[in-house]
Nanobody, 121 residues
Framework: QVQLVESGGGLVQPGGALRLSCAASGRIGFIKAMRWYRQAPGKERELVAGITRGGTPNYADSVTGRFTISRDNAENRVYLQMNSLKPEDTAVYYC???????????????WGQGTQVTVSS
């Protein structure tokens, strides 16, 4: 079994900051790209940020300059530092990873269960 578990969500005022964390656990052989997605009520899930194993990030235009993605390969973790939060950032944030289980030769895509981020005064 492999699990991705997010943490760090919550309620924050506009202009505030939050740091999301995602831990991958279980029979992990190797993790390639890791990503953060979000889904707001009534909207489609969208890619927020991604990062290669080597640490190269990419961001959605809407969060560039405000959010920073990082990862710890030794701990199988990915983080999302969110600054200058806006009400439109309110969504459920999901961790996503391309990984190979230790008992497999093939890569699959895995999702976490999500963590709620609410930006409101």
């Amino acid at each position: 079994q492999v699990q991705l578990v997010e943490s760090g969500g919550g309620l924050v005022q506009p202009g505030g900051a939050l740091r999301l964390s995602c831990a991958a656990s279980g029979r992990i052989g190797f993790i390639k790209a890791m990503r953060w997605y979000r889904q707001a009520p009534g909207k489609e899930r969208e890619l927020v940020a991604g990062i290669t194993r080597g640490g190269t990030p990419n961001y959605a235009d809407s969060v560039t300059g405000r959010f920073t993605i990082s990862r710890d390969n030794a701990e199988n973790r990915v983080y999302l530092q969110m600054n200058s939060l806006k009400p439109e950032d309110t969504a459920v944030y999901y961790c996503n990873a391309d990984l190979r289980r230790s008992d497999s030769l093939y890569y699959s895509n895995y999702w976490g269960q999500g963590t709620q981020v609410t930006v409101s005064s």
